[in-house]
């Protein structure tokens, strides 16, 4: 049975990081399949292309667009890799003024991806391991919804398994994470950190027997350590619980990662990049317990939405769905709902598409809102360890279950 492994933008990062990740894939003597993000930062730096792009600044778009292909460039010839003959990378930007901001965005930003790959894909074939590159945008078919495409499972499984079945293909394939491509050929991505997303596809897919997701932390741990001291890492955890986490805003998963796995109850494993044969955390169903410690999951850049009907006669049952149904269409991302009798409140990413929903809204309702805000998420909690979590902190709204507490708080400075 094959094996999925995924390196994030961190895990290739460099010219080191490549040769580790060669380091990692060679410990590994049966099919593979490897799936890249973007080297470190590019596909924030490509995001800034587009936006300057579509500013009608095109010569500061030139000027990041080079810096992107120089840092390629850099690692390329720190591998030992020949730009233009071992790789030729894309020459000019893919930018269509005629098309739509997130169409454009999908052509631009999915060539992190494909440059990574193909740097991964080269180096290792160089150092002697049978390695076949695929490029995505073929093999996994999605819709047009631009930035957030839809995969259309039936025709992408039928279409990566019959490559994966030919008779002549190297054990290792080389795949980007995070992009797709139309029925006529053009690129689409996933939703930002879509790279898992794409891991726990190809699993499913090929019936894997496992999946493993390569971090720069030990493994899932209680709380993230750049805000909470004293963490510990949770070596086991049941489906249900890591979709909790991911949902809640944990970041070491990606939150559709989970499902197509527990489908076929194919075990996750998240390992550290920087020593491979550390345990790290395995997400399964079968042996694993309830987790034992508390877990804190900060959610930042939120923004909460208050809703009130505009002739005081708020009948909550029949506004739910037109308030859900605007949420929907402008792409938002619930995290938390809170309701009263004459009021419903939601708390969202506070992404682009914010204020056109929030101008929307206000068409029907008395609508007010608070930016630059958290959303703090604690399993496990106890009045001790929630009264501890409030101190100092603003707390703009409170929800508390049995074991799980939720508090949106104003960031600090």
Known sequence: MAQVYKF????????????????????????????????GKTTNALERVVEALAAGQE?????????????????????????????????EIPYDPAKSFDENYDQIVSLGEIMSTQIVAVYLLKQGL?????????????????REARVDNETSASLIRSGWNRRQRPRIVVAQGFIGGTADG??????????????????????????????????????????????VLIPSLRYQDAVELSYSGAQVIHPKTIRPLENKQIPL???????????GS????DGVGPIDVPVYIWRKNQILITMRAKDFAFALEESLSDIFEIINRHRLKVSLIQ????????????????????????????????????????????????EKAKDGKTIMLSQTTRRTARLVVVEQA
């Open 8 to 39: 994030g933008g961190a895990s290739v990062k460099n010219a080191e990081g490549v040769r580790n990740v060669e380091k990692i894939v060679r410990m590994v003597e049966g099919d593979l399949m490897v799936v890249v993000s973007a080297m």
């Open 59 to 91: 010569e500061k778009a030139l000027q990041q667009w080079v810096d992107i292909i120089d840092f390629h460039v850099a690692i390329m010839k720190e591998l030992g890799l020949q730009p233009g003959v071992d790789i030729r990378l894309q020459g």
């Open 130 to 146: 049978p390695v076949e590159w695929w490029n995505m945008p073929k093999l996994l078919r999605t819709d047009e919804t631009w």
């Open 186 to 231: 053009r690129r689409t991505t996933l939703g930002r950190e879509g790279s898992d997303y794409t891991a726990a596809l190809l699993g499913n897919y090929l019936d894997a027997e496992s999946v493993t997701i390569w971090k720069d932390v030990p493994g899932i741990l209680n709380a993230d350590p750049r805000i909470e001291p004293n963490t």
């Open 269 to 279: 494993f998240v390992k550290p990049f920087g020593d491979p044969t550390a345990e």
């Open 282 to 285: 395995r997400i399964a169903e």
């Open 339 to 386: 309701s009263s009798a004459v009021t419903i409140s939601v708390c969202v990413d506070n992404t682009r598409f914010v204020p056109e929903a929030i101008a929307e809204l206000q068409k029907h309702f008395n609508v007010t809102y608070n930016e630059n805000l958290s959303l703090l998420t604690i399993r496990g909690t106890t009045p001790e360890i929630l």
